[in-house]
């Protein structure tokens, strides 16, 4: 079974300023998906980012990219020029390309959640 | 228009009860699952749902069942509700099969449970 594991239950950072939070998983799969989700007060989980494992270029979203390191199992996400609206948990995300057979499914394994506060 | 809805968002009720949380996705994905979220934030997969296969973490209670009328819906119902239910109930969905596949999953708002 694959394993989430963010290491930094609380992060700050200034208004403006560059953060960036950890996540390492574990898996025996070649080929796998990884995603960090933002959930804010309102509770909704809003995917900020995606990494397909099969590509070596890290994935970048506006502000926010990711340091995806296959070999180390490793796949952080950096949020620059940070802002109030980006205080929220974010959850690192594993899920297998694909079904496992027998009682696999599709779903989503999740790290325990980082809280992110942005200071003005 | 909303992708993901759950009704209700906020369920409050005693113990013993047998409540359900209806969810609906207008995204025509095949796929839809169930997670709950404890008091420590920590999301973990109960149910997912795929073309009528339904695959149980071994861990989810008997009295928790999903039930689907169509591929839109995926309910959730449980039985004779204990203390240890409280929690936030996301329902999701996600296309599995056929087409540009992304593997993303789209989320309700959430239904907070408080048992009481």
């Known amino acids: 079974a694959q394993t989430v594991t963010q290491s930094q239950p609380e992060m700050s950072v200034q208004e403006a300023e560059t953060v960036t939070l950890s996540c390492t998983y574990d898996t025996s799969e070649s080929d796998y998906y990884l995603f960090w989700y933002k959930q804010p007060p309102s509770r909704q989980m809003i995917l900020v980012i995606r990494?397909?494992?099969?590509?070596?270029q890290n994935a970048t979203e506006n502000r926010f990219s990711v340091n995806f390191q296959k070999a180390a199992k490793s796949f952080s996400l950096k949020i620059s020029d940070s802002q109030l609206g980006d205080a929220a948990m974010y959850f690192c995300a594993y899920r297998s390309l694909y079904k496992s057979s027998g009682a696999g499914s599709y779903q989503l394994t999740f790290g325990k959640g980082t809280k992110l506060s942005v200071i003005p | 228009d909303t992708a993901v809805s759950q009704t209700p968002k906020y369920l409050v009720t005693q113990m013993g009860n047998d409540k359900s949380i209806k969810c609906e996705q207008n995204?025509?994905?095949?796929?839809m699952y169930w997670y709950k979220q404890d008091s420590k934030k920590f999301l973990k997969i109960m149910f997912s749902y795929n073309n009528k296969e339904l695959i149980i973490n071994e861990t989810v209670p008997n009295r928790f069942s999903p039930k689907s009328p169509d591929k839109a819906h995926l309910n959730l119902h449980i039985n004779s509700l204990e203390l240890g239910d409280s929690a936030v109930y996301f329902c999701?969905?996600?296309?599995?099969?056929?087409?540009?596949?992304?593997?993303?999953?789209?989320f309700g708002p959430g239904t907070r449970l408080t048992v009481t």
């Open positions: 990494q397909e494992a099969y590509k070596q």
């Open positions: 999701a969905s996600s296309q599995e099969s056929g087409g540009p596949l992304f593997y993303e999953q789209y």
């Open positions: 995204l025509g994905h095949d796929t």
